[in-house]
């Protein structure tokens, strides 16, 4: 977990303390110590060792955020993604997998991860994970209130709907994993503005860390498969090579 995990950085702001997280992980040292920084955030924690455990806890509600093992003893953790996804409702799923496994990661993103954290993870890193998630459903709840002033976009025959969270191309709706509609949406509504990476990171998933650009990468390419008809040569989201990305005017 590196120095970070040792000699904790306990100056976050705390979140809220009317917010309970899942935490879903088999290794009691791990589960530990991220149930701890939780704590420190505010918040209360529940624990689940596998995923039947998990989805019991899932079901008796009260849930607003779940950390989620991609390994877990009796069902992996996309299993329990795709159920807790099938529910319904919306809670943000940070899934910790192994920093090798691209694969697994781009198959947690597509049964409705909002994020991922490979491990070994740093302190740091994981309560600024979870700050984003808490912060962008406040930002969720904002919009939903403002819904009534949300200006529908459209851009040739792709079109955007912010208050109910559509999307639509030459009248098909497209599914969007919550992440992939803010992403969208941060773009068309800044047309022909370049973005870095970075920047994305930071004004998308509410962190920046040096090294995971490549989340901004994975979910550009899955985007571009749902929106785009040649994705290899895209109308609407354009490479800026050497800086980034951005909306085509």
């Not at 995923?51 to 509600?61: D, S």
């Not at 069902?75 to 993604?81: A, E, I, P, Q, R």
């Not at 025959?157 to 599914?175: F, G, N, S, T, Y």
């Amino acid at each position: 977990m590196g120095d970070s995990a040792t000699s904790p950085d306990r100056s976050s702001t705390r979140v809220s303390v009317n917010r309970t997280v899942l935490v879903v992980e088999d290794d009691a040292n791990l589960a530990q110590l991220v149930r701890m920084h939780v704590d420190d955030l505010g918040c209360q924690t529940v624990s689940a060792e596998d995923g039947t455990a998990a989805l019991a806890a899932w079901e008796r509600g009260g849930i607003d955020l779940v950390i989620l093992d991609l390994m877990l003893p009796d069902m992996n953790g996309l299993s329990v993604c795709r159920h807790m996804r099938e529910s319904g409702s919306y809670v943000p799923i940070l899934m910790l997998t192994a920093r090798s496994s691209e694969a697994d990661r781009v198959l947690g993103l597509d049964v409705g991860a909002d994020d991922y954290l490979g491990k070994p993870f740093s302190v740091a890193e994981l309560r600024a994970r979870i700050n984003a998630l808490f912060r962008r459903v406040d930002a969720l709840s904002e919009d939903s209130r403002e819904a009534d002033h949300s200006t529908v976009l459209v851009h040739g025959d792709l079109m955007i709907d912010p208050a109910r969270r559509k999307v639509e191309v030459a009248c098909r709706q497209v599914d969007l994993t919550a992440r992939e509609f803010d992403l969208l949406h941060h773009f068309a509504s800044q047309p022909g503005l370049v973005f870095t990476r970075a920047q994305l990171l930071d004004k998308v998933w509410g962190y920046s860390y040096e090294g995971y650009e490549h989340t901004v990468n994975t979910h550009i390419n899955r985007l571009r498969a749902k929106i785009e008809r040649d994705p290899a040569h895209p109308r609407y989201i354009q490479t800026v090579w050497g800086v980034g990305y951005r909306f085509a005017e």
